[in-house]
């Protein structure tokens, strides 16, 4: 191999598999085409196997704008590149296999590292409530994910409300632009890069199907809030109602209401707010509003009521026993989900025992 170039275009091996990662190949491709002043002269990309009919969209992408593209472990003649990019590719690359490349591989991670080291940032950006995040571009080290220096960070406000997906987009946006920037001045940037802090790290892992069991003893109206717009669509949010497993949609506030405030109510009872069409149910430190229900097809607030709770309210003053309809899950065998973020499959995170009455 002889000395690598000092200055652009570049030739660039692109591992990625998500929509984030299709968005920033994107970005690598479109500017490769524009041929104003070239950036990129080669541009090839490696994918993982497909767990779905549908494809990958990295890999779909690749094959639409006929990119030369392969499946890992196979790389093809990476040797012929000047520089890798990974991003939502959840597989450690090798260090044989990085040293191949003079100006390393450059990772587009979606946070603000060390914060949510791991494959699933976003999700966990939105769970924790921050109301700070980014994307930070580093040069990934072999036998660890996330840890390597930091060549470019920059911060944006978390929007208010928004969902895992609406921040994705976001971010991928923001990270694509930062991409570009950086290999416009590759190897300035590289003699710049700085480790990353020892404090302030966190972890980022896999998302289990445990994580969308709510535990009405424990979480409080914000949290579950935080969840619906964390988990959806890639893991229902769930609960035990009369000893059946039940998919609750569409959470909101519960509102200002003051007959539904009543302290030592049990976490788990249900009120119908019939001026909202919502239902109420009692979490930690106040309610938090459901407006649609699936058991075997999905049912509104209103249908819920009036097909299965109203039987229980018209006898008239329930107990205690009665009240406490909605019990948080206990899961037995470990189940968990690939996101489009994630990698190989995790454990179950721990799960709260059921209400007691």
Not at 304 to 324: D, I, M, V
Request: glycine share 6%; hydrophobic share 40%.
């Amino acid at each position: 191999m002889g000395a690598p170039p000092l200055c652009p275009p570049w030739r660039v091996l692109f591992f990625g598999t998500d929509l984030f990662a299709m968005e920033i190949l994107r970005s690598l491709h479109e500017t490769r085409e524009e041929n104003k002043d070239p950036l990129i002269e080669k541009l090839e990309v490696i994918t993982l196997p497909p767990l779905l009919p549908k494809g990958l969209p990295v890999k779909n992408y690749a094959v639409k704008h006929c990119l030369p593209n392969y499946e890992w472990p196979n790389v093809g003649s990476c040797e012929q590149f000047d520089v890798g990019v990974v991003t939502s590719f959840g597989r450690l690359l090798p260090e044989d296999l990085i040293l191949k490349f003079p100006y390393g591989i450059l990772n587009v991670h979606p946070s603000l590292l060390p914060r949510w080291r791991g494959s699933a940032p976003i999700y966990h950006t939105i769970l924790n409530g921050d109301t700070v995040t980014g994307v930070t571009i580093m040069q990934i080290r072999p036998k660890r994910f996330d840890v390597g220096p930091i060549l470019m960070q920059e911060k944006i406000a978390v929007p208010s409300q928004s969902t895992a997906k609406e921040l994705e987009r976001l971010l991928s946006k923001l990270g694509s632009a930062m991409l570009i920037s950086v290999l416009q001045s590759l190897p300035q940037t590289l003699e710049n890069k700085q480790e990353q802090p020892k404090e302030g790290a966190t972890i980022a892992p896999k998302l289990t199907v445990p994580m969308g069991y709510l535990q009405w003893e424990e979480q409080t109206p914000a949290q579950i809030l935080r969840m619906e717009r964390a988990l959806r669509p890639v893991i229902p949010l769930q609960t035990l109602w009369m000893g059946r497993i039940v998919k609750l949609l569409d959470f909101v506030e519960a509102p200002a209401d003051p007959g539904f405030q009543e302290h030592g109510v049990i976490p788990g009872a249900v009120r119908y707010h019939k001026k909202s069409q919502t239902l109420l149910i009692r979490c930690k430190d106040g309610w938090v509003g459901v407006r649609t229900i699936k058991l075997k097809k999905r049912l509104s607030a209103t249908d819920f009521y009036n097909g299965y709770l109203y039987p229980w309210f018209k006898q008239g003053q329930l107990s205690k026993e009665e009240e406490c309809l909605f019990h948080t899950l206990q899961l037995p065998a470990k189940r968990s989900v690939r996101t489009e973020t994630s990698g190989a499959a995790a454990g179950p995170a721990a799960v709260s025992p059921p209400c007691s009455v």
